[in-house]
């Protein structure tokens, strides 16, 4: 069965020897429809403490490559605001569902910027979506359902910073993790 072991593994080889960011995210992808597949990577009383904030929910950091493997646990019907990541990302979900809304900016001009949705959709377990700066980066993540969902994610590097993107008062924030 395919483990957290063998996927960062995986990606430790992936991200030090792939040119671009797109092969990055196609290999790793890939590996992670495997991982998606092992019904046994969490145990119940994992997965509350993640969800209480009892333990990190960092899975892996690579010390060599900087990438961090994260799980994610989405209660019913929560939601993000707007955001992106300043890096490279995947999201595999791992159990139920998430809706997926994909942004573009168009212009930022003295704070003043264009956002327009570009896709919708729902993610089913096992579907894997990604993010790209510097144009396939803004996006929105949501719990449509009234259970748990569980998701898996790849960032390039640990989530220090990002922007959220404040529709109603036009604004962008710089935000510290
Ligand atoms: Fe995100």
Not at 5 to 29: C, G, M, R
Not at 62 to 85: G, L, Y
Not at 155 to 160: N, T
């Amino acid at each position: 069965m395919y483990s957290i072991k063998n996927f960062s593994n995986d990606l430790e080889d992936i991200v030090s020897s792939k040119s671009s960011y797109e092969e990055i995210i196609k290999e790793t992808a890939y590996r992670m429809s495997f991982l998606l597949d092992n019904d046994f990577i969490f145990d119940n009383d994992f997965i509350n403490k993640v969800r209480s904030n009892q333990i990190n929910n960092t899975l892996y950091k690579s010390n060599i490559n900087d990438f961090v493997i994260q799980v994610f646990t989405w209660e019913a019907n929560v939601s993000t605001p707007i955001h992106d990541h300043f890096t490279w990302g995947l999201m595999g979900v791992y159990y139920n569902k998430l809706k997926v809304i994909e942004y573009s900016i168009k212009k930022i001009d003295n704070g003043v910027y264009d956002l327009n949705e570009t896709d919708t959709y729902i993610a089913t377990e096992g579907d894997i979506c990604y993010i790209l700066p510097p144009n396939e980066e803004i996006h929105k993540i949501s719990n449509p359902t009234n259970k748990l969902s569980i998701s898996i994610h790849v960032y390039g590097k640990p989530i220090e910073e990002y922007n959220i993107y404040d529709l109603e008062r036009n604004k962008i924030f710089k935000v510290n993790s």
